[in-house]
Nanobody, 127 residues
Framework: QVQLMEFGGGSVQAGGSLRLSCAASGNTYRSGCMGWYRQIPGKEREGVATIYIGSGHTFYHNSLMGRFTISLDNAKNTLYLQMNSLKPEDSANYYC????????????????????WGQGTLVTVSS
């Protein structure tokens, strides 16, 4: 089983930047995908960005493309999310996830949608 742990959340003013990291340990995947998801209390978790380990192909939520960048350092088993031009509506708990097959974007209705999840890191953007 792979274990995921997120780092880098915090508070920032609107227009600022943050970089989230997700360290993977245990039986890390050599194929499949990883992704970043976020959740506001009372709302469903939604996909932010995903990356496929073998091809390096990346996918983004339409509204975030251009501001957020996902990347993966295979040597360090670490996933990153660079977030620029942050807005108050980006405030949420951000979760790292991994799957051996498919990492969906859009709303996640059950955690079983992906094989593994981190505990999350809180991002707060003030206006």
């Amino acid at each position: 089983q792979v274990q995921l742990m997120e780092f880098g959340g915090g508070s920032v003013q609107a227009g600022g930047s943050l970089r989230l990291s997700c360290a993977a340990s245990g039986n890390t995947y050599r194929s499949g995908c990883m992704g970043w998801y976020r959740q506001i209390p009372g709302k469903e978790r939604e996909g932010v960005a995903t990356i496929y380990i073998g091809s390096g192909h990346t996918f983004y939520h339409n509204s975030l493309m251009g501001r957020f960048t996902i990347s993966l350092d295979n040597a360090k088993n670490t996933l990153y999310l660079q977030m620029n031009s942050l807005k108050p509506e980006d405030s949420a708990n951000y979760y790292c996830a991994a799957d051996t097959n498919f990492c969906p974007l859009g709303r996640i209705r059950g955690l079983e949608a992906l094989n593994a999840w981190g505990q999350g890191t809180l991002v707060t953007v003030s206006s």
